[in-house]
């Protein structure tokens, strides 16, 4: 694995790359429609058509940006993260959360500024 969480910061804990991660590779699943371990968190809100899992680490503690590192990608019932661009050693992966909606019809209830 890549990738860490990095909790040095309590209130922003992250994911950050323990090696560095080349453009177009595959760094994980982010969100399934299965749970993959009993750590796993369940998403749901009105506006979604079903349920959807975070994984693991990846995830839950992977935090958004309008200008992310990763793109997402929909492979079989699951949102994967592949690199846009190299990730290099302790640089935190970042997702564009705003893509969930294009995708699964789900969108977090914060305010993107």
């Given at each position: ?12 804990i992250?994911?950050t790359?323990?090696s ?10 982010w969100v ?6 009993k750590n796993s968190r369940?998403?749901?809100q ?7 899992w ?5 995830g839950?503690?992977?935090n958004h940006?309008?200008s992310?590192n990763t ?9 994967e993260?592949k690199?846009?661009?190299q ?5 935190e992966i ?12 789900f969108?977090?209830?914060l305010?993107?500024k």
């Amino acid at each position: 694995m890549k990738y860490a969480i990095n909790k040095s910061d309590p209130n922003n804990i992250k994911i950050t790359a323990n090696s560095n991660i080349e453009s177009d590779e595959y760094i994980g699943i982010w969100v399934t429609d299965k749970p993959t371990s009993k750590n796993s968190r369940y998403l749901f809100q009105k506006q979604m058509s079903k349920s959807w899992w975070e994984t693991d680490d990846l995830g839950r503690y992977c935090n958004h940006s309008n200008s992310p590192n990763t793109n997402i990608t929909y492979q079989a019932e699951k949102l994967e993260l592949k690199a846009i661009r190299q990730i290099t050693k302790h640089e935190e992966i970042l997702v564009d959360y705003r893509k969930l909606k294009e995708l699964i019809g789900f969108i977090p209830n914060l305010n993107f500024k």
